[in-house]
């Protein structure tokens, strides 16, 4: 890692490290190798059949290197390093794909299914049958236990009946030729779609339609059968690197507790980077204590998260219940998180931590999530800074990046905020949903927020900046909070017909910003002292002083997700940008946006600029990443 200078809000330089072992011995493993076995000494000549026999024997200064094939266990390292120059490295071999995974094979044939009413399905297509192999399911059955668990009976008169049936479903999954199959509540459901299964109880047999109705004859199912793929049982273990694997398939529980496909164990400084991190049914990574109710512990947190891909997971990409402080999340990749459409469970996000300290999210990427936040810093989070992200194409109610209750300073700076909306409408006979979602930025009850430098377009639903009071009753630390000394400083808006609230007009400073004129009417909102007030610029700077900088202008703009494009034009006066003190005379930004010195020298010129996002050297998806499970190749 380069040396480099990253200021936090309170003014003090975020604390890099990385691994710096000098590695003095390496284990081999091969499942594929015609000489691999447990019984070996873990030479290149002979290695080892499973990975989880170099982990209980690892010590730190060691290196476990896994060649190429499928490897169906969960690693459990049995022990830690020691600190940054004394660590335990698990590394796919370069240049080899190596998958650990949740799931495993089920052998046919498949017969087709008897014994149940089931309408008959739209073109004659046949409802299929398969015993799940006990023997692979030795304490633990995702296919018997369900998602809920027993406290969230605790709000069981709030959830609407397609919610209910969600959270009574099974953990466990299928996939077909890489792709997943969705879980139905009731059998009779297999009659009405392709590409479908439901389990019998106990949970060792499985009834299905794949997608198109394909003969499963023909077909390679798989079934997750762990909870987990890598994940010591001793925790608190620290100084652990996970370097180029692709995970996936693990059928856990709905969070809280947090335990992730891939997870510390509530351990300390792990570097997990150039993973894949795939169809885990909840939870992806977990970072933090996992439960609310664990007692904090020492040492915590100081994870390097970067440059993964971290998609497909149906509740959380990475959550953290505190004991997180000090992390940096970095040049990743977050897309497709969500599918299991539990949003109003409240947990659900590409990133989701609670009460962080000093954590450094960058350059990362959050895209095509539906049902969940991009990011979620949840209460009493302090010294956080997200800076230089992507978020687009995410369709929720809480925001595409929230940070909740919060009362010490948090800075939010240099990302782009792109194709932002709410949830589709919840029918009201099924329920009444929380709030009016599709928010860009969401500051809720708390103080000391600066938003900065960001590019906000295309949030037709809701404000691109909502900094307000909605939990004004609820104490935290003692006391309630405020909507106070709150910065939105040089900010672009673009297609934004609801530009900025303010929770009241005190204390609360906007300036230096640049808005699309073709969005002025009543963009701006006042709540607090009642009522309630909606104004247009003029009104906004007339009566309350705010933004008397900015400007408007006549603003064209497109942002592509895939590859992080951005054209647009201004034909206007452009603002008088402020001084933004958090930044402390670092800040790499030109203009108003996310924009550095040549790019915004474009915009000034007033041609249209065609600027590519720079976020990091993310890696390649793996060979077959569009197909989840374990591939035919390399199965073991």
């Known amino acids: 890692m380069t040396e480099e200078t990253v200021k936090m809000p309170d003014g003090a330089d975020f604390v ?65 390093g020691e600190g940054p120059d004394n660590m335990i490295a698990y590394e796919a071999a370069a240049g080899e794909e190596v998958t650990i995974t949740g799931a495993e094979q089920l052998e046919g044939p498949f017969e087709p299914c008897c014994g149940w009413k089931i309408p008959p399905a739209r073109d004659g297509a046949t409802v299929w049958t398969a015993d799940l192999p006990a023997e692979r399911f030795v304490g633990y059955n995702p296919f018997s236990a369900i998602l809920m668990f027993p406290h969230y009976l605790t709000f069981i008169n709030d959830w609407t009946e397609g919610e209910t ?83 996936e398939c693990a059928a856990g529980c709905l969070p809280v507790p947090q335990r992730g496909l891939i997870s510390p164990s509530r351990g300390h400084h792990w570097i997990i980077e150039d993973c894949s991190i795939r169809w885990a049914g909840t939870c992806g990574l977990d970072l933090g204590k996992e439960d609310w109710s664990a007692t904090p512990h020492e040492p915590c947190g100081g994870h390097i998260v970067r ?24 040049d990743n990749l977050f897309e497709r998180i969500g599918w299991q459409n539990l949003e109003r469970l409240l947990e659900c996000a590409g990133l989701k931590f609670h009460v962080a300290e000093g954590v450094l999210l960058r350059r990362n990427v959050f895209r095509h999530i539906r049902h969940a936040a991009g990011v979620w810093l949840d209460v009493l989070n302090k010294n956080c800074r997200v800076t230089q992200n992507v978020f687009a194409d995410i369709h929720t109610f809480i925001g595409a990046c929230y940070i909740e209750c919060s009362h010490h300073p948090n800075l939010v700076d240099g990302n782009v905020f792109w194709d932002i909306h709410d949830t589709p409408e919840v029918p009201r006979s099924e329920g009444a949903r929380p709030v009016q979602g599709g928010v860009g930025f969401n500051g809720d009850t708390g103080e000391n927020i600066t938003v900065t430098h960001n590019f906000f377009g295309r949030i037709p639903d809701h404000f691109a900046v909502s900094l307000h009071l909605r939990q004004h009753g609820r104490m935290i630390a003692g006391r309630s909070g405020l909507c106070r000394r709150h910065k939105v400083l040089n900010n672009v808006f673009v297609e934004c017909p609801k530009q900025i609230i303010f929770g009241r007009a005190e204390e609360n400073s906007s300036d230096g910003n640049l808005f699309d004129e073709a969005h002025d ?32 202008g006549r603003i064209e703009a497109d942002f592509d997700p895939e590859t992080l494009t951005l054209r647009w034009k201004v034909d206007g006066l452009l603002p008088a940008c402020q001084d933004v003190g958090e930044l402390y005379g670092l800040s790499p930004y030109a203009g108003a946006g996310p924009f550095n010195a040549e790019q915004w020298r474009q915009i000034e010129s007033g041609g249209s600029a065609a600027i590519v996002f720079n976020v990091g050297s993310r890696p390649e998806p793996p060979k077959g990443a569009a197909e989840s499970p374990a591939s035919e190749k390399g199965k073991k």
């Open 307 to 330: 440059r993964n891909i971290i998609a497909d997971c149906g509740i959380c990409g990475i959550a953290g219940a505190s004991c997180v402080d000090d992390s940096l999340i970095e």
């Open 521 to 552: 009417a009543a963009s701006f909102r006042i709540d607090y002292p009642l009522p309630q007030t909606f104004q247009n610029l003029q009104g906004w700077r007339e009566y309350y002083g705010l933004d008397v900088h900015s400007s408007q």
């Open 165 to 247: 049936h969600r959270l009574q479903c099974r953990r466990g999954m299928v996939f077909a030729n890489g792709q997943a199959l969705r879980q139905v509540f009731r059998v009779a459901e297999l009659a009405e779609s392709d590409g479908v299964f439901w389990v019998e109880e106990p949970g060792l047999r499985i009834h299905f339609r794949l997608h198109d109705d394909t003969d499963p004859n023909a077909t390679t199912l798989e079934v997750s059968a762990r909870e987990q793929v890598f994940a010591p049982r001793v925790r608190r273990l620290g100084y652990i690197r996970v370097s180029g694997f692709r995970l």
């Open 16 to 80: 890099f490290w990385d691994d710096r072992t000098e590695y003095t011995r390496t284990y081999h493993v091969a499942c594929e190798h015609p000489n691999a076995s447990d019984a070996n000494p873990g030479t290149e000549d002979l290695p080892f059949a499973t990975i989880n026999r170099p982990a209980e024997l690892a010590q730190p200064c060691q290196k476990v290197l896994v060649h190429r094939g499928v490897y169906r266990e969960c690693v459990r390292p049995a022990r830690g």
